[in-house]
C-alpha cells in the first residue's frame, strides 16, 4: 500500500509537471485577414495576453528570449506583421491601420478579448494606431525603443527612405548599410549576424511602402493615452525632451531607460527587460485573467 501511495503521488507530480508544460509551450497559427495569412505563435492561454509587436523589417524572433520567460506569468503571443517572418506578403501597401487590423485578426482567431500590446521601434506606431482603431482590446501598453513623436520634418525622413529605393539586385548590399547602424551595437557577433539577416528577409516592397506610411501625419496626433503606459528606451541624444513629450499624451507613463544597449535592447540584456517588463504588468494589475 505504502509503494502504491508513493506511485499514485509520482503520478500527480508528473501529471502537474505535464500540464504546466503544455500550457507554456508554443504553438504555431495562422490568422486570417482579408485572405492574407498572418502567422503568430501562442504560449499559454487565457482571454488576456501579452502581444509582443516587432519593428521594421523584422519578425517574431526579436522576441525569442522573452516570450518563453515570460509566458511563466502570462498568456504571450508573439506575430509577424503581414509582408514579414511566416505570415503571407500580398501585393499591397504596408499601412499602419493595415497592421493594426492583422493584430486585431490575430486576437480575435486566438480569443483574446484583452491585450497588453507591446511594440518594438516601428511597432509603436504600430501599437499606437492599434489602441487608436481598437481602444476596447488593449488594457496597457508597452514601448521599446521606439517613438510616438514625429522622427522629424518630412523632408528628412525621406532621405533615410532613398537607400531603400534601388534595384532589387541591389538591395540587400544597400539596406544592409542602412541596417548596419542598427544592429552594429549588438555586442555578441552571432546576434548581431542573425538579426541582420532577419531584417534583410524582409522584402524590398515592404521595407520600402512601410516607411512610406509612417509620413502620415495622422499617425502623429496628440490624442490621449488613457491606459497603463510604459516607455523603455536605449539611453541616446535622440530622446533629449522625449519624456515631456510622451506626458503630454500620457500623464501617468512610467519610463525605463538602458545604458550600454543597441536598438534591439531586449536581446542584449533579456533578464533585465523581461524583469522591467514583469514588474509593470504586476503593478497595474495586467497578469489576471
Avoid: C
Amino acid at each position: 500500500m505504502k509503494a502504491r501511495g508513493i506511485a499514485l503521488s509520482l503520478g500527480v507530480l508528473l501529471f502537474g509537471a505535464t500540464l504546466a508544460f503544455a500550457q507554456i509551450a508554443p504553438s504555431s497559427h495562422f490568422a486570417t485577414l482579408d485572405g492574407t495569412r498572418v502567422h503568430y505563435t501562442n504560449y499559454g492561454a487565457g482571454e488576456k495576453a501579452l502581444l509582443l509587436v516587432h519593428g521594421w523589417s523584422s519578425d517574431e524572433a526579436v522576441w525569442k528570449k522573452q516570450a518563453p520567460a515570460l509566458a511563466k506569468s502570462i498568456r504571450v503571443i508573439t506575430v509577424d506583421l503581414p509582408g514579414h517572418g511566416q505570415s503571407d506578403k500580398p501585393e499591397r501597401e504596408y499601412t499602419m491601420d493595415y497592421y493594426a487590423q492583422a493584430l486585431e485578426a490575430v486576437l480575435r482567431d486566438a480569443g483574446v478579448k484583452k491585450a497588453t500590446v507591446v511594440g518594438h521601434s516601428n511597432g509603436t506606431i504600430v501599437i499606437r494606431q492599434f489602441y487608436r482603431l481598437y481602444p476596447q482590446e488593449v488594457n496597457g501598453m508597452v514601448t521599446v525603443d521606439g517613438s510616438m513623436r514625429p522622427l522629424g520634418e518630412p523632408e528628412e525622413t525621406k532621405k533615410f527612405i532613398e537607400p531603400l529605393r534601388v534595384p532589387e539586385s541591389d538591395y540587400a548590399q544597400s539596406a544592409g548599410k542602412f541596417i548596419d547602424h542598427f544592429v552594429a551595437p549588438i555586442k555578441d557577433p552571432a546576434e548581431r549576424s542573425a538579426t541582420r539577416e532577419m531584417m534583410l528577409r524582409t522584402p524590398q516592397r515592404v521595407a520600402l511602402s512601410e516607411f512610406k506610411a509612417t509620413l502620415d501625419p495622422a499617425l502623429w496626433k496628440t490624442d490621449k493615452i488613457e491606459v497603463p503606459l510604459l516607455v523603455i528606451l536605449a539611453k541616446s541624444p535622440f530622446w533629449e525632451g522625449y519624456e515631456d513629450y510622451v506626458r503630454k499624451v500620457a500623464p501617468q507613463a512610467e519610463f525605463k531607460t538602458f545604458e550600454d544597449v543597441s536598438h534591439f535592447l531586449m536581446l542584449d540584456k533579456p533578464a533585465e527587460f523581461n524583469e522591467a517588463l514583469l514588474a509593470f504588468l504586476k503593478k497595474n494589475d495586467l497578469l489576471k485573467n
